[in-house]
């Protein structure tokens, strides 16, 4: 013998036993790591979409303040769809102002609930969002608004997970963002 105890003979390998619990214990890690994973994926595709809605708002406000103009954010049919089933970004266009230019737009996000209120009640979903001249908010859905609360919800969202975003639209135009829990 070379001074150390043996417990195996001839083999370096696994036994059958060490190699089941081998198996039992990631079977176990790889169920508890699978509903955050799901939450993460839902976290970052509203956090993607929310980022572009925002980026498309600003781009609305500074198209408004170049122009001297009204722009809007209007969802795809004519501004009659929510946003959640895209939007386009209309500005007028310098030579003739009553036409409005479409500067960009965007396909929607599927498996979403995008509502008026952070979905507390009314769930009236935003359609045309409208900056003045000054980039203020003039308009949400034709109607003349101060301010604008809106939020964005997978629709297999669980109660109490913070996979939602809250976007808020002050009265100067300011667009804030935030976690929201689903409700």
Not at 69 to 77: D, E, T
Not at 125 to 132: K, L, Y
């Amino acid at each position: 013998m070379d001074g150390g105890l043996s417990w195996r003979r001839g083999g370096s390998g696994l036994t059958l036993v060490e190699f089941m619990v081998a198996i039992v214990v990631l079977a176990i890690l790889t169920t508890i790591s699978i509903p955050s994973l799901r939450a993460m994926i839902q976290r970052n595709r509203v956090s993607a979409y929310s980022s572009e809605l925002v980026g498309a708002l600003g781009l609305a406000r500074s198209e408004a303040i170049k122009r001297g103009m009204s722009a809007s954010v209007r969802g795809p049919a004519s501004g009659s769809a929510p946003l959640t089933e895209g939007w386009r970004i209309e500005a007028p266009a310098f030579a003739s102002p009553s036409t409005p230019l479409i500067v960009q737009t965007q396909q929607g996000m599927k498996n979403a609930t995008f509502c008026g209120k952070p979905c507390g009640g009314a769930t009236d979903a935003p359609r045309s969002i409208t900056f003045n001249a000054r980039g203020n908010l003039e308009k949400v859905n034709g109607a003349e608004r101060n301010a604008v609360n809106m939020a964005l919800i997978p629709d297999d969202c669980q109660s109490g997970k913070e996979v939602g975003r809250a976007i808020r639209i002050n009265a100067v135009g300011r667009i804030i963002t935030e976690p929201l829990a689903c409700p």
